[in-house]
């Protein structure tokens, strides 16, 4: 009874994200470059497996449909962490110093 239960919660949250997505895209107020992403069919498997990890009990069909939009998306993640790889060093100096810093005070 509760897997039942769980099904129709995840797929109920899914039906309710992705309604609200389509309205909001109807209203224009979902960015053209964000949209292009969102309503692409390879992000769909994504987003329902989150859905599914937030809502279901069992766990392994959340993370089969994540991996498997991931997947999909392979080829974007690759392009989005090369540009990402250029602050990465920046960054880092930037979060060392602040611990540096703050972690003084906590010391005193």
Do not use: E
């Not at 769980?6 to 109920?12: I, S």
């Not at 895209?25 to 053209?32: C, E, M, S």
């Not at 009990?57 to 962490?81: A, C, E, M, Q, Y």
Request: glycine share 8%.
């Amino acid at each position: 009874m509760a897997a039942k239960k769980d099904n129709r919660l995840a797929w109920g949250v899914s039906l309710l994200v992705f309604g609200c997505l389509f309205l909001l895209r109807q209203f224009h107020l979902i960015p053209a470059d964000m949209a292009v992403y969102i309503f692409d069919v390879t992000s769909y498997l994504f987003i329902i497996g989150i859905i599914f990890l937030i809502c279901h009990s069992n766990k392994s069909i959340g993370w089969i449909l994540v991996v498997l939009g991931i997947l999909f998306r392979l080829s974007d993640i690759v392009r989005f962490t090369q540009n990402l790889s250029d602050y990465i060093w920046p960054v880092l100096l930037i979060v060392a110093g602040i611990v540096l810093v703050f972690g003084v005070k906590k010391g005193k």
